[in-house]
């Protein structure tokens, strides 16, 4: 029996094989190793390029949006690597490799964009000497970017543990080698802009080959150092390796360990110099003690001999008070003496008794003085007052002065 085979319109095989490149994984995200052939860039900021192989080739094409990132560096021949995804391209029904990065391959390419690109952000100027911020001297947390399974995270926290174990430190584990490494870094550092009270980021790897720090020469990686909102210590590689990240970061270490040495200070520096600060303290408050005491017996024997003086003064002036006191005193009683002489005299003077004295009496009828004859009558019984006594009479008689 003949299998019926389904008619299909150009367009409508053209999108169904479009449809499966598009649910393929796989071909969404991709690396694949080539050599640039026929290279070209467009006047619409698009890219051009021809990847070979041993005995195939496909046309790659990268959009304007991700061309910027593409240095001047791709020649026909060099070994490139290329991160992207496979679609169809209808107009000419062929499959197209849309790449999105390009990786040099091998030591002339990775230095020749290595160049191009330092030149770039040189006259930008991305690596000047200003921008470098300064290390914190004391770190409170520091925000550790490398492999969460490499040699160089425990190189690191052996330092920290050793020479300041009172900073905390943050692991962000990131690829540091191969093509996903720049997206993994930069995404690294997106992440520790946003841990609260960060003071310092190490980025840091292991040695290697020149072309396992291509992604430390990478252009996002790069800005990205340069954009930290905190100090960026960069340990990577050895001696001799020098990356764009190390000539933007704020220090550059030749080492993980070094780097980390830089960052974290000496705990017993610290304990030797809070000692030395804490054995001048005690002897400026020893001095400080010592003066204060010396002017406060010398102010104490001011005081008591101003009080002494004053107390001397006050008793002078209390002895001259009493004596002008006592003689006010005096004067006015024998003021008081006389003018009392004085009135006693005339009371003397003005008293009746003074008259009984000189041989005159009273006489008084009923406690009454009878000051006429005519207050008295024959018979009445009337008491007559002598200067020295009284004497009891009865009036007989009444005679009256013509």
């Known amino acids: 029996m003949r299998i019926p085979r389904s008619q299909l319109t150009v367009d409508e095989l053209t999108f169904y094989i479009q449809g499966i490149f598009a649910s ?19 006047t619409s900021g698009h890219c051009y390029f021809t990847l070979l192989g041993e005995e195939s080739r496909v046309a790659c094409a990268v959009f304007r949006q991700y061309a910027g990132f593409i240095p001047k560096w791709p020649d026909n021949g060099d070994k490139v690597l290329v991160e992207g995804g496979v679609g169809i391209y209808p107009q000419r029904g062929v499959y197209q490799f849309y790449a999105r990065r390009l990786v040099p391959v091998g030591a002339g390419a990775i230095d020749r964009a290595r160049r191009e690109l330092r030149e770039r952000l040189e006259k930008e100027g991305l690596f000047a000497p200003e921008l470098k911020r300064a290390l914190p001297p004391w770190p409170r947390k520091v925000a550790l970017i490398t492999s969460g399974t490499g040699a160089a995270a425990w190189d690191v926290l ?11 430190v943050v692991v962000v584990a990131a690829q540091v080698q191969g093509v996903e490494a720049p997206f993994e870094i ?8 946003a841990v609260p009270g960060l003071d310092c980021v190490l980025l840091v790897r292991g040695g290697g080959s020149r072309e396992d720090l291509v992604p430390f020469d990478d252009e996002r990686v790069v800005r990205a150092v340069r954009s930290c909102p905190v100090p960026v210590v960069s340990g990577v590689g050895h001696d001799v390796d020098t990356t764009l990240c ?24 610290l304990e030797e110099g809070l000692s030395g600060v804490r054995a001048r303290l005690a002897y400026a408050v020893g001095r400080q003690i010592f003066a204060c005491h010396a002017q406060l017996d010398q102010t104490e024997n001011l005081l008591a001999t101003r009080m002494r003086r004053a107390v001397q003064g006050l008793a002078g002036r209390l002895d001259a008070l009493e004596k002008g006191a006592a003689s006010a005193a005096a004067l006015c009683l024998a003021e008081g003496r006389r003018a009392l002489a004085e009135r006693a005299a005339r009371l003397d003077a003005l008293s009746p008794l003074a008259v009984l004295v000189r041989g005159f009496v009273t006489c008084e009828r009923s406690g009454e ?11 009445d019984r009337v008491e007559v007052r002598f200067a020295d006594g009284t004497a009891g009479a009865v009036v007989d008689e009444i005679l009256h002065d013509t």
Request: hydrophobic share 40%; net charge positive; charged share 30%.
């Open 24 to 42: 393929d994984v796989t071909l969404k995200s991709v690396v694949v190793s080539g050599e640039i052939a026929e290279f070209k860039r467009h």
């Open 158 to 168: 052996r330092v920290a543990e050793r020479r300041y174990p009172a900073c905390a």
């Open 369 to 379: 003085r009878a000051r006429s004859i005519c207050d008295l009558s024959v018979g």
């Open 246 to 269: 190390d000539m933007a970061a704020d220090l550059r270490a030749s080492t993980p360990s070094a780097a980390a040495e830089l960052v974290f200070p000496n705990g017993k520096d």
């Open 186 to 193: 930069e995404r690294a550092l997106s992440r520790v802009a």
